[in-house]
């Protein structure tokens, strides 16, 4: 029965930041200018493919130590730092050049503080100890662990799993042919992985305007501060 219920946990915990993804009308940041960074610090670039009911969508993780970068096609680019008291976040809005910061204090007064380790590895790495190893599998010009295994609901789970990167290849969760009702496949595949220097990675901060997220509440006069709030407000509705 644990084991059940903790495969259900893990299976529910795809992609954490994208579950604070922030509004869809602020636009895609991902072009927008790149940050000098100390020299000879490297990055992970990780270019998945995402399909489930909503279509099919791109994602791009940049990681490095202390930093990890999301760029969701059709969402604003998050940022996510380690800090010392714990996890920070930003939001880029490239079309109004618009950030909202997220303190440690604000992610855990609104229940949002994630795993560094689900962040930095799209999916929670804990997965792995509740599903069935099944060998080895081909995954770009490397190999991947595959598993496999069933939700407590019954919703068939595959994996393939980069161990030297700590990344999935491909990950699915529920049936491709869903009858109505059900929820149907979330599907993630891994096109493209490479490692660049740091100072190429990232998306640049520095001609966005910045305001704290604790402040918004009292910007009523600022449409940029009221659309913000109001589409959290509406999301949490729903």
Same mark, same amino acid.
Do not use: C
């Given at each position: 029965m644990q084991e059940s219920v903790t495969l259900r946990t893990l299976a529910l915990s795809v992609v954490a930041s994208l579950a604070f993804a922030g509004p869809v009308w602020a636009g895609d940041a991902a072009d927008a200018p790149q940050t000098a960074i100390a020299p000879n610090t490297q990055a992970v670039v990780a270019h998945y493919q995402i399909r489930d009911r909503k279509g099919e969508r791109t994602l791009v993780l940049v990681r490095s130590d202390d930093r990890i970068e999301y760029?969701?096609?059709?969402e604003p680019v998050e940022i996510?730092?380690?800090?010392?008291?714990?996890?920070?976040?930003?939001?880029?809005f490239a079309k109004e050049q618009r950030s909202v910061a997220w303190s440690p204090g604000d992610l855990r007064t609104t229940g949002q503080m994630p795993d560094w380790n689900q962040l930095a590895s799209v999916i929670n790495p804990e997965l792995r100890t509740v599903l069935k190893s099944n060998g080895q599998t081909k995954a770009l010009d490397t190999r991947a662990a595959r598993y496999s295994g069933e939700s407590a609901e019954g919703q068939p789970i595959a994996l393939e799993w980069i161990e030297a990167d700590g990344l999935p290849s491909y990950y699915r969760t529920g049936k491709r042919k869903a009858k +109505?009702?059900?929820?149907? +496949?979330?599907?993630?595949?891994?096109s493209k992985l490479e490692r660049v220097a740091a100072a190429t990675a990232f998306t640049a901060t520095a001609e966005y305007r910045e305001t704290d997220y604790a402040d918004l509440g009292d910007m009523e006069l600022d449409p940029f501060a009221a659309a913000y709030l109001k589409h959290?407000?509406?999301?949490h509705q729903h």
């Open positions: 760029r969701m096609q059709g996510w730092r380690k800090t010392p008291d714990g996890i920070s976040r930003l939001e880029l +109505a009702g059900e929820v149907g +496949a979330y599907e993630i595949r891994l959290r407000s509406d999301r």
